[in-house]
Nanobody, 119 residues
């Protein structure tokens, strides 16, 4: 089992920056990929960014060039640096972790943190 706890959300004006953190605990040795998803009111949850155990990153087109995902070497904390924020970035951001153990995949989610960008 892996537990994920997000922090760093809040209210920011358009053009501003926020950094989200996701602290992982438990069986972190099993983690293969971690990332961030978001869900705005009335919309489906969408991928924001992911980072693999090898350091490869993947971003949604809507955030490329503005957001950066990073992690410490031990998978203890994953960060999402968000710059040049836009009102359309307003959503609940959730941390995601994919664990592989004995051939099975396990998906882990944090409780989510609200990001609100005012125009």
């Amino acid at each position: 089992q892996v537990q994920l706890v997000e922090s760093g959300g809040g209210l920011v004006q358009a053009g501003g920056s926020l950094r989200l953190s996701c602290a992982a605990s438990g069986s972190i040795f099993s983690i293969d990929v971690m990332g961030w998803y978001r869900q705005a009111p009335g919309k489906q949850r969408e991928l924001v960014a992911t980072i693999s155990s090898g350091g490869s990153t993947n971003y949604a087109d809507s955030v490329k060039g503005r957001f950066t995902i990073s992690r410490d070497n031990g998978w203890i904390t994953v960060y999402l640096q968000m710059n040049s924020l836009k009102p359309e970035d307003t959503a609940v951001y959730s941390c995601y972790g994919k664990g592989i153990w004995r051939g099975y995949q396990y998906d882990y989610w944090g409780q989510g943190t609200q990001v609100t960008v005012s125009s």
